[in-house]
């Protein structure tokens, strides 16, 4: 049996009410726990400083989505086709264009180079036409023998070569473009201004008139 004494409690410890000892009641499954009943919830749940949750600071909003086009990845790659198309017709334009322009510039290079060769050949034979002119003097007067014509007749056959064409001779229309009047005279047996006498040939090389054949000449009379 329990004596008086020992319910005595000892010097420093606290005094227990006496009475029915309590009972124990097990938590219900699913009830809250005192730490989910606590104001302000279980200490897990309350926000750290910088504003996130516990463990959740990966996790994103459900409203927060990423602006992803419809379609995905292929819009992008029909973006970039429409790219790859536009940049592919501008290289094409600027490839066209320098064809362009190397082709007028070869076509202004072979017509200069054409128009330097020509100016060329103008400037000798201008020259040579005093030449051709004693020749032509020594042909009249039958000085033309021997071995001097074997060189006459070579060089007019290099200058035909060259393209100079000798024109001008008696009974031809009077050309004002081919022809330079010296003297006029008059007859009844022509019907128009006639070359009567040719003092100096006239020589072109193709269209161009490298000297206007000196002549007299005859017109009808009135």
Do not use: W
């Not at 008086?4 to 010097?11: A, G, S």
């Not at 410890?13 to 938590?27: D, F, K, L, R, Y």
């Not at 060089?155 to 330079?180: I, N, S």
Request: charged content about 30%; aromatic content about 4%.
């Amino acid at each position: 049996m329990t004596s008086p004494d020992d319910l005595t409690p000892e010097p420093g410890a606290e005094a227990q009410p006496v009475g029915e000892p309590q009972e124990t009641v097990a938590p219900r499954p699913g009830a809250p726990s005192d730490e989910a009943r606590r104001p302000g919830g279980p200490p897990e749940a309350h926000p750290d400083e910088s504003g996130s949750f516990g463990d959740d600071q990966d996790d994103e909003p459900d409203d927060v989505q990423e602006n992803v086009a419809p379609g995905g990845s292929d819009v992008s790659a029909s973006d970039e086709l429409v790219l790859a198309q536009t940049a592919l017709a501008e290289r094409t334009l600027d490839l066209q264009r320098l064809q362009a322009e190397f082709l007028n510039y070869k076509r202004r290079v072979e017509r200069d180079r054409e128009l330097v060769q020509q100016n060329a050949v103008y400037s000798v034979l201008s020259g040579l036409l005093p030449v051709l002119d004693d020749i032509d003097r020594a042909r009249e007067h039958g000085e033309l023998e021997g071995g001097f014509k074997a060189v006459a007749d070579s060089l007019e056959r290099t200058v035909t070569t060259l393209g100079l064409t000798k024109f001008g001779a008696k009974g031809d229309e009077f050309d004002p473009r081919l022809h330079e009047a010296l003297m006029h005279g008059h007859s009844a047996d022509v019907t128009t201004t006639t070359v009567d006498v040719v003092a100096h040939a006239g020589y072109r090389i193709g269209e161009r008139v490298l000297r206007a054949a000196k002549v007299t000449v005859l017109d009808p009379e009135s």
